[in-house]
């Protein structure tokens, strides 16, 4: 039988308080609207109250004192794009949530100083093409997942993009914040009026647009971003490394590179199961549907798709002659490791033509594929990569979370969470050395197994120092036994992080409440300041660990849509 809960009834006056701020349209009660926004890919669940959609900052710091007055926990979302994480679920039942997609004004674009001031609601697909259909020579950085993400939603998160820019918080330059009071501050030292509110981070005095990510202590409605400005020559690059024996010079050789200057992006490298998952289906192979995928069973896929154990892909940027350059040096230091395929602007529209007539032609396709090495599904993501590490948002990747899934995936649009696909993130940070990276990763991939889970890893370099070693747990949230093996699975790994001295870059709900269990000075500093600016704690209350709620029992409730 099905699990359902039922959402605590929102009072009739806080209701029509709301409606009378918002308008009738926009604060959903009923019970299909909960439900819709009381989704994630997680199997762990809360249900709102009700869903709010203000339109301007004044409109949400009077959400923000109505919920103060009547001691309501307000849970904000900029877009509830956030899979894998959490979207917009609270911690425990009964929240407000307020959802910001309204509030989607592209306020300034300052092309001499390439920068932007844009509002919560703004995705990347609405940015890019504000920025390239007005003739702007500014490039966004984007991330490889929904393309109706919210750009200022992920910095607050410290999201890690794709470009030079990919820092994602980093690119952040004055925030107008509304505090868990209703009162409005602007960060950088003054109301209105600072010339440079939006070209120097740091303003004057104690620097706090810190405090508001990864946090609870305000809610952004106003953010400048700085952006790239285009370069005069790009080329995108992808590194095939056939023999995992060279894995660890390939980690030394980019690690130098990325000390040198020479890669500056956030490149990505990724297992061959990363790449099984956009390419394909379990159902759609003739492999267990049960389990992990088998030696025999992996092999047989890389050869059918041609891909390679490890992947890694980047962008080069700059003039004429300093990609050249770039070029020459990425060469020199890895190419006795695998194969460097690099697809320039120029070269795109005949790879895209490419695609297109081996997909009608199959005596073409089978030239195309043996010219490339590889398969023409492949080759059909080239240009998407390519796009992507030039700022172009795209839906591509987000096929990944289908993979379990029990029906093809949808032709349309595509949403995990409507569609009630299982999608963990995990996302620890280690130190950029093969002495930290290996081993970690060894002791993750083992207990993957021991759940019957494949192993998803991509690597995302954060800095030249650090390395992002992002792990996706994909399972059928149709299937019980693998949903409550998906948990345990998440609470080993943990547990193997915590031991290895290393912690998350961003964390997801499921692992909120004890984020600090090891830092117990750091838990009383946040929740010191928690309980200054917000002493009734109604903001996000237990986001990120901070003044984490603790109700009779786990707060907390399974997904509905497990079976019993």
Known sequence: METRFAPSELAAQVADELRAVVGKDHLCTNADDLDRYSRCTIPWQSLCSAVVFPASSEEVAAVVRIAARHRLPLWPSSTGRNWGYGTTLAVNDGAIVMILTRMNRIIEVNEELAYAVIEPGVTYEQFNHHLRSNGYKLWIDCTDGSGQGSVIGNALERGVGETPYGDHFGCLCGLEVVLPDGRMVHTGGAVRGLKTWHTHKWGVGPYLEGMFTQSNYGIVTRAGVWLMPTPESYNSYVFEIRDQRHLPAVVDAFRRLALSGIVNTKLHMINDFVSMTILTQR???????????NDAELAALRKKYGISPWNCAGGIYGTRSQVRLQRSLLREALSSYGRLIFVSDRLLPLLEGVIRWSWKKPFFRRLTELAARTSLPVLESAPYVHKILQGIPTEFFVKHAYYRYRRPRPPGEVHPA???????????????????????????????????????????????????????????????????????????????????????????????????????????????????????????????????????????????????
Request: with cysteine.
């Open 283 to 293: 159902i759609s192979e003739q492999v267990s549907q049960d389990g992990p995928l």
């Open 418 to 564: 409507r569609d009630r696909c299982g999608l963990i993130w995990f996302a620890p940070i280690l130190p950029f050395t093969n002495a930290h990276i290996w081993p970690f990763l060894d002791a993750c991939k083992a207990r993957f197994a021991a759940h019957g889970f494949d192993f998803y890893v991509a690597m995302l370099l954060m800095n030249p120092r650090s390395v992002i070693c992002l792990m996706a747990v994909i399972y059928d949230q149709e299937d019980a036994d693998e949903t409550r093996h998906s948990r345990e699975l998440y609470e080993e790994l943990l547990a193997i992080m915590h031991r290895s001295h290393y912690q998350q870059y961003r964390a997801g709900l499921q692992s909120w409440r004890e984020l600090f269990a090891n830092a117990p000075e750091l838990q009383r500093l946040h929740d010191s300041i928690k309980a200054a600016i917000d002493p009734a704690n109604i903001l996000s209350p237990g986001h990120y660990g901070i003044a984490y709620p603790r109700p009779a029992g786990d707060g907390v409730v399974l997904s509905p849509t497990v079976k019993e």
